[in-house]
């Protein structure tokens, strides 16, 4: 799987940054636009964690990274 959870953190961290530049900051909207995609992303991986608790699964769809697969 291309993105994980660690890219989502990334883009919430860029997406901070540029509500931060004084120079140029993102819209208001941009921002609460990538707050509400974010956030579904979460909830999506919240259900990931509990179907892996309720059926024992040992392997994961690859969005969240788990033991050392998700190290660098």
Not at 12 to 36: G, N, Y
Not at 49 to 69: C, D, N, Q, W, Y
């Amino acid at each position: 799987m291309k993105n994980k959870i660690e890219d989502l953190r990334n883009h919430l961290f860029a997406t901070i940054e540029a509500l931060l530049d004084e120079e140029k900051p993102l819209e208001i909207e941009r921002a609460k636009a990538v707050a509400q995609v974010s956030q579904q992303l979460i909830e999506s991986a919240k259900v990931e964690v509990k179907f892996i608790e309720v059926t024992g699964a040992t392997r994961p769809s690859g969005f969240l990274a788990l033991g050392h697969e998700g190290e660098r």
